[in-house]
């Protein structure tokens, strides 16, 4: 059993806490706001520490603050990271490098780049990682073992990593959209809201897990849905209408490129 700390308690770093809670290993949190940090280790029975103590007591530090305080966190770490050969950062930080990272942190460090979702907090996250040149085997052992109820772990390439997050760190807000126009189409249509979401909802997980199980392109299987002068065509033409996948994609190119300027 190892002890695994999270600074920085948002929604982010809150649901891969939660995560963490479930496993054997021993969970510490730190945030700036100390009721919040609170709240949080009473939920998950956690404990709180400040974050100097934290990284003095933990094997595994998950880092999610903003990028922008990133360097007056790294600051406030140089002393008792300065004693510690052993532990790994995991860092969350939307478009930080590994490189950036090992001169906040410093370049003995065992540093892992990952990129999650909020989803996370059900178990059905999408973390992307990159561990750093000096991670072991054990350590990135470590860190799959310690976010296995997360959700699906896939290991990229460093310079794809700020494209996927684009795809599953920033979709999850685009596809809450799509639930809740689907949901206020069903009230217009004479559907109480709680029910036309509760249907939105559940329709996307199953059509994500049919793609997932490999049973056909989506172009496929939205073709299967759509009878020859049927409702579906009529609905799929007033969204192409709209343009709905030139703005999906417009949305992910601009999240990406945001990405990248927040690593500056």
Known sequence: MKKIGCIGCG?????????????EHSLYLAD????????????????????????????????????????????????????RSDITLVSMCAG????????????????????????AAVGEGMILYTPG??????????FLEALAKAGKLSR???DKIDAASAVSGCGPAFAYMFAQGLAEGGVLCGLSYADALAFAAKT???????????????EQLKDAVCSPAGSTIEGVRTLE???MRGAL???????YERTKELGK
């Open 11 to 23: 929604n982010m770093g809150g649901a891969l806490a939660s995560a963490i809670a479930k496993t």
């Open 32 to 83: 700036t706001d100390q009721e919040k940090a609170g709240a949080l280790a009473e939920r998950l029975g956690a404990q709180c520490l400040s974050a100097s103590a934290l990284v003095g007591t933990c094997d595994m530090v998950l880092i999610g603050v903003k990028p922008q305080g990133l360097a007056a966190l790294a600051e406030e770490l140089a002393p008792a990271l300065a004693k």
């Open 96 to 119: 930080v490098t590994l490189a950036r990272l090992s001169a906040l942190f410093g370049a003995d460090k065992r540093i892992i780049r990952i990129m999650p979702n909020t989803p």
């Open 133 to 142: 040149a000096l991670c072991t085997d054990a350590d990135t052992a470590l």
């Open 156 to 158: 990229i390439p460093e």
């Open 204 to 218: 996307m997980v199953g059509a994500g897990q049919m793609i997932l199980a490999g049973m056909g392109h989506p």
């Open 241 to 243: 209408n709209a343009a």
């Open 249 to 255: 994609i417009e949305a992910v190119s601009a999240a």
